[in-house]
């Protein structure tokens, strides 16, 4: 059974930075796409950042230019660099991994825990 351990957040400043960091475990195949999620109580919840296995990436709009989503796939771990952070940036981060299940079996996500991220201004 695959694990996904967050690890990175807390409780900065405005303006301040932050790195999550999520490690994978137990995935007998390369793992696909990973990326990260957040939620704020009583909102929907917003796609934040995607990687590719070979690395592509994609943001949402309004992180563009301030977060930086990478992984290190030897040791299956997706990290998010948050730099100018503000407080609509404040919310619980998960993150996500598509693991594949083997030959012609099709893939699953897998979730993190959330870690919270509070962003005072």
């Known amino acids: 059974q695959v694990q996904l351990v967050e690890s990175g957040g807390g409780l900065v400043q405005a303006g301040g930075s932050l790195r999550l960091s999520c490690a994978a475990s137990g995935s007998a195949f390369s793992i696909n796409a990973m990326g990260w999620y957040r939620q704020v109580p009583g909102k929907q919840r917003e796609l934040v950042a995607t990687i590719s296995s070979s690395g592509s990436t994609n943001y949402l709009d309004s992180v563009k230019g301030r977060f930086t989503i990478s992984r290190d796939n030897a040791k299956n771990t997706v990290y998010l660099q948050m730099n100018s952070l503000k407080s609509e940036d404040t919310a619980v981060y998960y993150c996500?991994?598509?693991?594949?299940?083997?030959?012609?079996?099709?893939?699953?996500?897998?979730w993190g825990q959330g870690t919270q991220v509070t962003v005072s201004s």
């Open positions: 996500f991994a598509n693991i594949p299940l083997g030959f012609l079996r099709g893939a699953v996500d897998s």
